[in-house]
């Protein structure tokens, strides 16, 4: 009974398997990132671990590249900070205050709203990219934060998850709460936020991965260097790598990992809340 | 002083369906009254328009003298409890308790005082800093009740408060709720489906079923003399025997045996409480007994008597067996219902 | 609408404001821009433009390129979606079952959610390296000459195997938490009526898994053809050429770079119908699933 039995090893094996699939690619890059160009140039990806880590990452960060001069890993790292987290804010912020609006309130045209909400959720942005494009450029709001981050808020993959939320709040709680004398806005801020705790912070680091990764939008919607994403600027390092006779490998290695490495921490890290939160929102 | 008033309070949804028929009644100040019914009787609708919940498309309705109709629930001076208790899951206990108190714009000490004094009142005292998820079910219960109490308001309402509960703690806590609304003297509505609940915890009975009061009445009245076969059914337990008799100048027969005297002619439906049936050598029925159920402190019989199921109760003294059995009826004992419309036929012994 | 709601009114009108605003400006107003211009032809010089009706579409139907990159697409997505589903079911079923190391295994099985589309098309750009990439290493043993970027078929392969990374762990996520979620008295039910595992599997765990799966299905079918976007142009450089190419990326080369914009147009149109259709499915998969719990 204590000896392993044939059946459990093959599990783990495969699952060994599953994981290094996961990892090596990542592992590879890492790697790359310790050795400088030269060698990269000659072998490729190895084995060894270099020590040009330091060198690789402050070039990365700190030193200007591009042909405007003032696109620095630093700046990329800002610009997807920002989008990221004004994205998700934005998006839970609007999504919350319109779904109370819809589950709490007799609205004669509740239903109306329903509905022009929830057609949002048939049309994902990829389909209506161009004539999105003209709206901002014609609002002026290319190469503006507004414009990176608003026109990925309008859709209601977050209004529908806090409906859904919403709707599964015991009646009885708000009806206790209108007899302990709390209106609407009391009863939001006391009693309905607070619930929802989990249900933000599980939005919150869906969302947030959501906007950090975004490519097509930021790479139409920005064209000055300083407002470059991390993964934006990853079209601008495979172009870079194309032509060079020493391609900056190490450098574009650590922004490739520098663009990879927050939201994966913030997945691991809460990752009961982001699997919750993933599991629970196509309900 | 009638502390609560209904008059001609009816219910009809946008769909045009009535759940609740004009109804008028009133409540005296310190009264605990019952509304009991089966689900969907419009038990609960009349509660939660009381309390304000629920809005009234007919009639008026006064709280302590005053028109509430179109006051809102935080203003009607009522305090509820819910049946899941609705309690604020993010709260404490001296939180939950307290909220009220705080949107009412009392002062911090005053709340502080007024929660000591509610949770002292419920033996709530050791639990006040923690969080309802880490309180028992009865616990819970008493948070919901302090929630209320320390309100101090014109008027409880109670909706099935106990029905989430065990059956044990069920007992316990109905004896505690009843304890304490004659302590604090608070006019309560009680709504249940039990009628256990009803019996044992009403001044008054109001007996509901399909949004019409079927009867008002003290426990022992709507046990006794139920003014319908409905009411008949559902209060008691094991319900009233119903059973098909006749009425053939001015006597009502069941078989070929005289009951008891009407002015009634025809078919109608005798109503025997299976304690008003007597294990009699010499009575004129014979039951057929199929099973014996023993109950302790008494034993129920169950079988046929005329070819229609019956149960007879016995005590426990009285030893039974299964097979024919004679039996007599008290006279006194027996109802008449008029097999129509259910309703309640004079008779005498 | 909850049975006791707040009857105020301008409280929830201003709630809803800024949501209905911003899907004005930025889904409905493109929206109807996108529908309407796909019936017109531009002039390449800006200068106004002429009503066509469907022609724009007919052009797009009859154009051997653009059938070529649907059918593309259509295998791709295919492809993308069997291996992604049938490596994440595998991976889940193992993870559900061990007992040590499940939460090793379940993080570093997942992380890669996280990964950006195009970070994945970068990896797969260095791993395919013309003279020194691992991969092509690799594919170097079995004789093969790796050639991304200019073999059709090599691009292609590089395209979805980026893919299938990035998309395993949505996938194992939604699969172990189904299984996760089949009671545990029908598990021990099953363990007592079939002694065989495999035969407890097939009869007892997939059909109670197949809402998921369903579900999943949707969910990989949009992500290809959407959210591949980042890979597809890493891996070609943004260098269409004659490298494959996703109907979404056509839309974009065509519109963007070409600027053919009501044969653009039309292209999204497509792409929208495209999806409704696939929405509407999965709504009503959803409406079954509630059924199915």
């Given at each position: 009974?204590?000896?392993?039995?044939?059946?459990?090893?093959?599990?783990h094996?495969?699952?060994?398997?599953?994981?290094?699939?996961m990892?090596l690619?990542?592992?590879?890059?890492?790697?790359?990132?310790?050795?400088?160009?030269?060698?990269?140039?000659?072998?490729?990806p190895s084995?060894?671990?270099?020590?040009q880590?330091?060198?690789?990452?402050?070039?990365?960060?700190?030193?200007?590249?591009?042909?405007?001069g003032?696109?620095?890993?630093?700046?990329?790292?800002k610009?997807?900070m920002i989008?990221?987290?004004?994205?998700?804010?934005?998006?839970i912020?609007?999504?919350?205050?319109?779904?109370?609006?819809?589950?709490?309130?007799?609205?004669?045209f509740?239903?109306?709203?329903f509905?022009?909400?929830?057609?949002?959720l048939?049309?994902?942005?990829?389909?209506?990219?161009l004539p999105?494009?003209?709206?901002?450029?014609?609002?002026?709001?290319?190469?503006?934060?507004q414009g990176l981050?608003?026109?990925?808020i309008?859709?209601?993959?977050a209004?529908?998850?806090?409906?859904?939320f919403f709707r599964?709040?015991?009646?009885?709680?708000?009806?206790?709460?209108?007899?302990?004398g709390a209106?609407?806005?009391?009863f939001?801020i006391?009693?309905?936020?607070?619930l929802?705790?989990?249900?933000i912070?599980a939005m919150?680091?869906?969302?947030?991965?959501?906007?950090?990764?975004?490519?097509?939008?930021p790479?139409m919607?920005?064209?000055?260097e300083?407002?470059?994403?991390l993964?934006?600027?990853?079209k601008?390092?495979v172009q870079?790598?194309?032509?060079?006779?020493?391609?900056?490998?190490g450098?574009?290695?650590?922004?490739?990992l520098?663009?990879?490495?927050?939201?994966v921490?913030?997945?691991?890290?809460?990752?009961?809340?982001?699997?919750k939160?993933l599991t629970?929102?196509?309900? | 002083?009638?502390?609560?008033q209904?008059?001609?309070?009816?219910k009809t949804?946008?769909?045009?369906f009535?759940?609740?028929?004009p109804?008028?009644?009133?409540?005296?100040?310190?009264?605990?009254?019952?509304?009991?019914g089966?689900?969907?009787?419009?038990?609960?609708?009349?509660l939660?328009m009381?309390?304000?919940l629920?809005?009234?498309?007919a009639?008026?309705l006064?709280?302590?003298?005053?028109?509430?109709?179109?006051?809102?629930?935080?203003?009607?001076?009522?305090?509820?409890?819910?049946?899941?208790?609705?309690?604020?899951?993010?709260?404490?206990?001296?939180?939950?308790i307290?909220?009220?108190l705080?949107?009412r714009?009392?002062?911090?000490?005053?709340?502080?005082?007024k929660?000591?004094?509610?949770?002292a009142?419920?033996?709530l005292?050791?639990y006040?800093?923690?969080?309802p998820?880490?309180?028992?079910?009865?616990?819970?219960?008493?948070?919901a009740m302090?929630?209320?109490?320390?309100?101090?308001?014109?008027l409880?309402l109670?909706?099935?408060?106990?029905s989430?509960l065990d059956?044990?703690?069920?007992?316990?806590?109905?004896?505690?709720i009843?304890?304490?609304?004659?302590?604090?003297?608070?006019t309560s509505i009680?709504?249940?489906?039990?009628?256990v609940?009803?019996?044992?915890?009403a001044?008054?009975?109001?007996?509901m079923?399909a949004?019409?009061?079927?009867?008002?009445g003290?426990?022992?009245?709507?046990y006794?003399?139920?003014?319908?076969?409905?009411v008949?059914?559902?209060?008691?337990?094991?319900?009233?025997?119903?059973l098909s008799?006749?009425?053939?100048?001015?006597?009502?027969?069941?078989?070929d045996?005289?009951?008891?005297?009407?002015?009634h002619?025809g078919?109608?439906?005798?109503?025997?409480?299976?304690?008003?049936?007597v294990?009699?050598?010499?009575?004129?029925?014979?039951?057929?007994?199929?099973?014996?159920e023993?109950?302790?402190?008494?034993?129920?019989?169950?079988?046929?008597?005329?070819?229609?199921?019956?149960?007879?109760?016995i005590?426990?003294e009285?030893t039974?067996v299964?097979?024919p059995?004679?039996?007599?009826?008290?006279?006194?004992?027996?109802?008449?219902?008029?097999?129509?419309d259910g309703?309640?036929?004079?008779?005498?012994? | 609408?909850k049975?006791?709601?707040?009857t105020?009114i301008?409280l929830p009108?201003?709630?809803l404001?800024?949501q209905?605003?911003?899907?004005?400006v930025?889904?409905?107003w493109?929206?109807?821009?996108?529908?309407?211009s796909?019936?017109?032809?531009q002039?390449?010089?800006?200068f106004g433009?002429?009503?066509?009706?469907?022609?724009n579409?007919?052009?797009?139907?009859?154009?051997r390129?653009?059938?070529?990159i649907?059918?593309?697409?259509v295998?791709?997505s295919?492809?993308?979606t069997?291996?992604?589903?049938?490596?994440?079911?595998?991976?889940?079923?193992?993870?559900?079952?061990?007992?040590r190391?499940a939460?090793?295994?379940r993080?570093?099985?997942m992380?890669?959610?996280?990964?950006a589309?195009?970070?994945?098309?970068?990896?797969?750009?260095?791993m395919?390296n013309?003279s020194?990439g691992?991969?092509?290493?690799?594919?170097?043993?079995?004789?093969?000459r790796?050639?991304?970027?200019?073999?059709?078929n090599?691009?292609?392969?590089?395209?979805?195997?980026?893919?299938?990374?990035?998309?395993?762990?949505v996938?194992?996520?939604?699969?172990?938490?189904?299984?996760?979620?089949?009671?545990?008295?029908?598990?021990?039910?099953a363990?007592i009526?079939n002694?065989?595992?495999s035969?407890?599997?097939?009869?007892v765990?997939?059909?109670?898994?197949?809402?998921?799966?369903?579900?999943?299905?949707?969910?990989?079918?949009?992500?290809?053809?959407?959210?591949?976007?980042?890979?597809?142009?890493?891996v070609v450089?943004?260098?269409?050429?004659?490298?494959?190419?996703t109907?979404?990326?056509?839309v974009?080369?065509?519109?963007?770079?070409g600027?053919?914009?009501?044969?653009s147009?039309?292209?999204s149109?497509?792409?929208?119908?495209?999806?409704?259709?696939?929405?509407?499915?999965?709504?009503?998969?959803?409406e079954?699933?509630?059924?199915?719990?």
């Amino acid at each position: 009974m204590r000896k392993p039995k044939l059946s459990t090893l093959i599990d783990h094996a495969v699952l060994i398997a599953g994981s290094l699939f996961m990892m090596l690619p990542l592992l590879m890059v890492l790697q790359m990132t310790t050795i400088p160009d030269t060698e990269i140039i000659r072998t490729g990806p190895s084995l060894t671990i270099g020590d040009q880590f330091d060198d690789n990452f402050t070039k990365a960060m700190f030193e200007a590249s591009g042909f405007s001069g003032e696109n620095t890993g630093l700046s990329m790292l800002k610009n997807s900070m920002i989008l990221g987290m004004g994205f998700a804010v934005g998006k839970i912020v609007i999504g919350m205050m319109a779904a109370y609006a819809i589950v709490y309130f007799r609205l004669r045209f509740a239903t109306l709203a329903f509905w022009l909400i929830f057609t949002t959720l048939l049309l994902p942005l990829e389909v209506r990219i161009l004539p999105s494009y003209e709206v901002v450029q014609w609002l002026g709001m290319l190469n503006t934060y507004q414009g990176l981050i608003i026109p990925l808020i309008a859709s209601a993959t977050a209004t529908f998850f806090f409906r859904q939320f919403f709707r599964s709040v015991p009646e009885e709680l708000v009806e206790a709460a209108r007899i302990d004398g709390a209106g609407p806005v009391k009863f939001f801020i006391d009693i309905l936020v607070p619930l929802s705790q989990t249900m933000i912070a599980a939005m919150f680091i869906i969302m947030f991965v959501y906007g950090w990764n975004q490519y097509l939008w930021p790479t139409m919607i920005t064209t000055d260097e300083d407002m470059y994403t991390l993964v934006r600027g990853i079209k601008q390092i495979v172009q870079v790598l194309e032509g060079a006779v020493v391609p900056e490998f190490g450098r574009s290695n650590v922004l490739a990992l520098v663009a990879v490495i927050p939201p994966v921490l913030v997945v691991v890290f809460f990752q009961s809340w982001f699997v919750k939160g993933l599991t629970e929102s196509d309900k | 002083m009638a502390q609560v008033q209904l008059n001609n309070i009816g219910k009809t949804y946008p769909n045009g369906f009535e759940a609740l028929h004009p109804t008028t009644f009133e409540i005296a100040e310190g009264e605990f009254c019952v509304l009991v019914g089966p689900s969907g009787c419009g038990k609960s609708t009349l509660l939660r328009m009381v309390a304000g919940l629920e809005d009234i498309t007919a009639g008026e309705l006064q709280i302590a003298g005053r028109v509430v109709n179109h006051i809102d629930p935080a203003d009607r001076d009522i305090a509820m409890v819910f049946q899941n208790y609705a309690l604020y899951p993010h709260m404490t206990v001296r939180k939950n308790i307290g909220y009220g108190l705080k949107n009412r714009g009392i002062s911090k000490d005053e709340i502080a005082r007024k929660v000591d004094e509610a949770t002292a009142m419920l033996n709530l005292g050791d639990y006040l800093d923690r969080k309802p998820s880490q309180l028992s079910g009865g616990q819970r219960q008493r948070v919901a009740m302090g929630r209320a109490i320390v309100r101090d308001p014109a008027l409880f309402l109670f909706d099935e408060p106990l029905s989430n509960l065990d059956a044990k703690l069920r007992n316990q806590m109905r004896i505690e709720i009843k304890a304490l609304q004659r302590r604090l003297g608070v006019t309560s509505i009680y709504v249940t489906h039990d009628q256990v609940e009803a019996m044992t915890m009403a001044d008054r009975i109001i007996v509901m079923n399909a949004g019409r009061i079927e009867q008002i009445g003290t426990p022992a009245e709507v046990y006794h003399n139920p003014a319908s076969i409905f009411v008949a059914s559902f209060m008691g337990a094991p319900p009233m025997n119903l059973l098909s008799a006749s009425a053939v100048d001015g006597a009502v027969k069941l078989g070929d045996q005289t009951i008891c005297q009407t002015q009634h002619q025809g078919p109608v439906t005798a109503g025997i409480r299976p304690e008003a049936f007597v294990l009699d050598a010499t009575g004129p029925f014979i039951m057929d007994v199929q099973i014996v159920e023993e109950l302790g402190a008494h034993r129920l019989l169950h079988g046929t008597l005329n070819d229609e199921n019956v149960t007879v109760h016995i005590d426990n003294e009285v030893t039974a067996v299964a097979g024919p059995q004679r039996l007599s009826v008290r006279p006194e004992a027996v109802c008449l219902f008029n097999v129509m419309d259910g309703q309640r036929l004079s008779c005498s012994p | 609408m909850k049975r006791a709601g707040f009857t105020t009114i301008s409280l929830p009108v201003l709630l809803l404001l800024p949501q209905l605003v911003i899907i004005a400006v930025f889904f409905y107003w493109p929206t109807v821009v996108a529908i309407h211009s796909s019936f017109y032809l531009q002039d390449p010089f800006g200068f106004g433009s002429t009503f066509v009706g469907l022609e724009n579409y007919a052009d797009l139907l009859s154009s051997r390129e653009y059938r070529k990159i649907a059918w593309f697409t259509v295998v791709f997505s295919g492809l993308v979606t069997f291996f992604s589903l049938a490596i994440a079911l595998v991976l889940a079923v193992k993870a559900d079952k061990v007992l040590r190391g499940a939460k090793t295994y379940r993080t570093l099985l997942m992380w890669v959610y996280a990964v950006a589309p195009p970070v994945a098309g970068f990896i797969a750009v260095i791993m395919f390296n013309q003279s020194w990439g691992p991969l092509t290493e690799f594919f170097g043993l079995f004789g093969h000459r790796f050639m991304v970027g200019v073999n059709f078929n090599d691009t292609a392969f590089s395209m979805v195997l980026a893919s299938v990374w990035k998309q395993v762990p949505v996938n194992f996520i939604f699969f172990l938490s189904g299984l996760q979620s089949i009671p545990r008295s029908v598990r021990e039910a099953a363990l007592i009526d079939n002694r065989s595992a495999s035969g407890r599997f097939w009869d007892v765990t997939f059909p109670l898994l197949a809402p998921t799966g369903f579900f999943l299905l949707i969910i990989n079918i949009t992500y290809s053809l959407f959210d591949t976007f980042g890979i597809v142009d890493t891996v070609v450089k943004g260098e269409p050429g004659n490298n494959p190419m996703t109907l979404v990326y056509k839309v974009y080369v065509d519109g963007f770079r070409g600027n053919d914009l009501g044969g653009s147009s039309a292209q999204s149109v497509i792409l929208m119908v495209l999806v409704l259709a696939l929405t509407i499915f999965q709504f009503r998969l959803i409406e079954r699933r509630i059924h199915y719990t």
